[in-house]
């Protein structure tokens, strides 16, 4: 009974302590709650609301505030599901010029699906980058370096194989890079990256999937901007088509990767 919801940033943080506003239809307010330390909202277990249409609104410090309307039935519960707030001002794009990404604040990482039930995750530990942020934002630019032996999955054997010329090879090709060079407006804060990846010495076209979650000053007196890309490779386009079949139909290894990509681009300083 009373009311459920989970409030999250775009990137799927928990907002805590966003506050639930619950009105009725002659807009007096019914509920009020706030969330805790994972962003989720409950009322008292006892409080049940009575049926028909309500108003909720989520608020919350620093960003932009949701509202939505809640249809509760006999059971007298509102399930509001999951929130996800916006930060304030989070959609201004960023100020165009050149913009470096920040390793230490930022992650490279793909997944594989091992034997059909569950997954291995890895990540690229050393990876440059630079975004150019043109006046038209659909022509702006971007280009990252990845050291193909940063791979890490936590185990050193499974580490040693893949960088073996089973998969990337890198004694033969130490840098993974990708250069994309033009955006495609998919919503308000969401774009498709146009462009082009090199991977074993073999190019392919790989768009990724992006998320703008904003931009802010930072403690050191500079201004950052927060992206998350993903996208989706077949190994057989990059030549590595290593697998073992460990029963009928059930490779050990997925065909695809799916890599993410958490960004944090710190706006380099103006000349002159």
Known sequence: MGLHAEVRTRDGWPVQHAVVTVT?????????????????????????????AYTVVVTALGYAPDARTALVGAAGRAEVGTVVLARTGGTELPAPGAWT?????????????????????????????????????????????IAAGSVDTGNGLRDKHLRSEDFLDVDRFPEITYRGTALRAAGPDRWVVDGA???????????????????????????????????????EDFAMNYNQVVSAGIAAIGTTLRVTLDIQAVRAAEEG
Request: proline share 4%; aromatic share 4%.
């Open 197 to 235: 990846l090199c991977l074993r010495g073999i190019t392919r076209e790989v768009p990724l999937d992006l998320t703008y979650l904003g931009t802010g000053a930072d403690p050191w007196g500079g201004v950052r901007a927060a992206f998350r890309a993903e996208a989706e490779l077949r190994r």
């Open 24 to 52: 009725d239809g002659s807009g007096g307010q019914v509920l009020r709650a706030e969330a805790d330390g994972d962003g989720v909202v409950r009322s008292e277990p006892a409080l049940a609301l009575a049926p028909g």
């Open 101 to 145: 990404l920040d390793a230490a604040h930022s992650s490279v990482g793909a997944v594989a699906q091992h034997l059909g039930i569950s997954s291995v995750h890895g990540r690229f530990t050393e990876f440059t980058g630079r975004i150019e942020i043109a006046p038209d934002v659909l022509a702006s630019r971007v280009e990252a370096v």
